[in-house]
């Protein structure tokens, strides 16, 4: 069996803290979710199982996230030197920006495709972490890692994606993520 790792992860600091975007190894993690295939199950990571999180991806036969080569990676660039951006991933950001010739959210394709919505936003984690309230940001990237996974199963089933555009239209893109 295919073990495909759905991933994110949330930070412990905004980029504003830091520096700016260009140091984002600096936000360090707050906590990292996993769903994998092979497992049949979720897995949460706080920071002191970084170790863990990593092993878990670079042993993955697929990772796929959103947005995830460029910020997620980069958070656990961090932790280690390895880049995992040589293993086998799927961004589906990344690749439906060189669909469409700009970025969507999440966020506009799980409420046009399947009428969800994030529970939260990366800047209420932040503060959640401030607070030292990590069952909320586990919950809320729990369901961050089930939108992607959901995403992603309905392009590989159904090669498209729906998405609304910035005034309201619902719209589709062609997508070819099969395994």
Known sequence: M?????FDLETQKSAEEVGGWDRIRD?????GVTYSTARGGYRVYGEPQVAELLRELQRADLVVGFN??????EVLQGYSPVDLTQNPNLD???D???RLGHRLGLDSIAEATFGLNKTSEGL???EWFRQGKMAEIA???????KITKLVHEFGVQHRQLFYKNRFGALLSVAVDWTP
């Open 2 to 6: 295919r073990n495909i790792v759905y």
């Open 27 to 31: 936000m360090r993690m707050s906590l």
């Open 68 to 73: 995830h080569l460029r910020f997620d990676y």
């Open 92 to 94: 589906m950001m990344v």
């Open 96 to 98: 439906l920006k060189e």
């Open 124 to 126: 209420q984690a932040l």
């Open 139 to 145: 919950e809320y990237c729990c369901f961050d890692v």
